[in-house]
């Protein structure tokens, strides 16, 4: 157990690759913690932003966050990237293809950025993928090994997206 002390009031954590650097995201600041719980580095996050989900992005120096139902942002030290005005509640990186995953909260959409210049790669609607699915994504997570994005909705359903060319396919699982 590390002993961490937060400036912030709630918020979200995540732990680097490699297990030496710990992130919390919350109503004030992103913080940095090394593996014994020693603040490294501190962003303050925007006036009224409330970070939801917080996640590494690469190595340790890119960091995106998310509030649900508000904005999502990547972080390069006190660098800020905007990545959608209306996020929804999932955030993961897929490492192999260093791509950052951010879920849209009205369209079901997944939008796809490329790390480090948060450029927007490609996007994906889960409700007009076959099979089709109305429920908002709960978790989502990149699969290195099957070179998937495994979804969990709101209704407890769980399907893996992949795109082998132009489209998105996708299996229930």
């Known amino acids: 157990m590390i ?11 995540d732990f680097s690759r490699q297990g030496s650097v710990v992130v919390v995201a919350g109503d004030k600041l992103i913080e940095l913690f090394n593996s014994i719980g020693r603040p490294v580095d501190s962003i303050r996050l925007p006036q009224g932003f409330k970070a939801d989900r917080v996640c590494f992005a690469g190595k340790n120096d890119y960091i995106a966050v998310l509030a649900k139902g508000g904005e999502a942002f990547l972080f390069k030290n006190r660098l800020k990237r905007p990545l959608a005005k209306l996020a929804g509640s999932c955030l993961n990186y897929n490492s192999k293809q260093k791509l950052l995953i951010v879920e849209n909260a009205k369209s079901q959409q997944l ?17 007009r993928i076959k099979p089709r699915s109305s429920a908002a994504a709960k978790l989502i997570s990149y699969l290195p090994h099957q070179e998937k994005t495994m979804i969990l909705d709101q209704k407890g359903f ?15 699982v």
């Open 3 to 13: 002993p961490i002390t937060s400036s912030n009031t709630g918020g979200a954590l």
């Open 158 to 172: 769980v399907s893996l997206i992949y795109r082998p060319g132009k489209k998105w396919k996708k299996l229930q």
């Open 111 to 127: 939008s796809f950025f490329s790390v480090p210049d948060a450029n927007l790669q490609s996007t994906a609607t889960l409700g």
